[in-house]
């Protein structure tokens, strides 16, 4: 299905995606392998903190790394579309390819049925072949000693992460963020191994997104159409709202210039009517004076 270019390592860089579920510690997962401490926003909260793909370019011993952050899959404030669009831009900005996806899961967290979603629908938009280039990364390993528990029994407890873990070949690792900067350098180095190890499997080569599944295309086409239709929607409210903003100004117009008219014609009204006064007084005396020429004798 992959159509992968031949040339994916060329240009001497390794492009890594972080993905996951809200608050699985994507962000600080990706700040231990840039080595910065808060590049990528990384805290607790109920809400998603990361909200759109954000990316840095690092140099890890020879090799050029660019980082890239993404929204959590699952966030209940966000609508799912507009975040799987999200990751689809992200994968655009690894463009040509991606050679390593790390799947965030925190073993803090319960796995709940969204994890199990979250896996599916991961590989509905990406397709089978993701499975190629992702190593799953556990934040949090505190939690599990804490417990006297191993990481394989963990996994081995929950049969669907189990099943996902073995679709990625068994790539696995532990990876705690709030380590020392001494083991923080050697967690940065693991990673780094692993993910060189996972492209040498895949002869440097990686994801791109032709091989976005049918699914995955539909869903971002069905996403932009619905961007689409809100804007032709709001485009049309605002033309609405303009028309009757307009009508409103324009009939305060007509009534001021109605009202004005109307003064005027008043005005007009008055001037005739004394005019006429006028007149009438002036032709009254105007007849006096000529009756009293004629007959000689003053009316009154
Ligand atoms: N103790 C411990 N805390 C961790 C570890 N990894 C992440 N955290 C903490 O978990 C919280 C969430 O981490 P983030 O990196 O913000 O998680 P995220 O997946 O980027 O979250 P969103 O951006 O909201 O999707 C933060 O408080 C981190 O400090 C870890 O390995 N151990
Ligand atoms: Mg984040």
Not at 269 to 277: G, N
Request: with cysteine; aromatic share 8%; hydrophobic share 30%.
């Amino acid at each position: 299905m992959a159509e992968e270019t031949s040339s994916d390592c060329e240009d001497n860089e390794i492009r890594v995606v972080l993905v996951g579920k809200t608050g699985v510690g994507k962000s600080a997962t990706a700040n231990l392998l840039c080595n910065e401490e808060n590049f990528f926003l990384s805290r607790s909260g109920s809400s998603a903190v990361t909200e759109t793909c954000k990316h840095k370019k690092v140099q890890l011993d020879d090799k050029n790394v660019l980082v890239v952050d993404t929204p959590g899959l699952f966030d209940s404030q966000r609508v799912e579309e507009e975040t799987k669009l999200e990751i689809k831009k992200c994968i655009d900005m690894c463009a040509p390819s991606i050679h390593a996806i790390l799947y965030v899961v925190s073993l803090s967290l319960r796995l709940t049925p969204e994890d199990i979603d979250t896996f599916n629908s991961f590989v509905t938009f990406f397709g089978e072949d993701m499975y190629k280039y992702t190593i799953v990364i556990f934040t949090n390993p505190d939690k599990l000693s804490k417990e006297g528990q191993t990481l394989e029994n963990y996994i081995v407890d929950s049969p669907k992460l189990d099943a996902f873990v073995k679709k990625c070949s068994n790539r696995k690792l532990a990876i705690d963020n709030n380590a020392s900067k001494l083991f923080a350098d050697q967690q940065r180095r693991t990673i780094l191994k692993y993910i060189e190890l996972m492209m040498h499997t895949n002869d440097g080569k990686g994801y791109t997104n032709k091989d976005f599944t049918e699914a995955g295309k539909k869903l971002i086409q069905k996403t932009l159409k619905r961007y689409e239709n809100e804007y032709k929607k709001k485009l049309d409210k605002a033309k609405e709202d303009y028309k009757i903003q307009i009508r409103k100004e324009l009939d305060k117009e007509y009534r001021n210039e109605m009202k004005r008219l109307k003064e005027q014609n008043k005005k007009l009204e008055k001037q005739v009517k004394d005019l006429e006064t006028k007149f009438k007084e002036q032709s009254l005396d105007d007849a006096r004076e000529e009756i009293s020429m004629t007959t000689g004798s003053k009316l009154w």
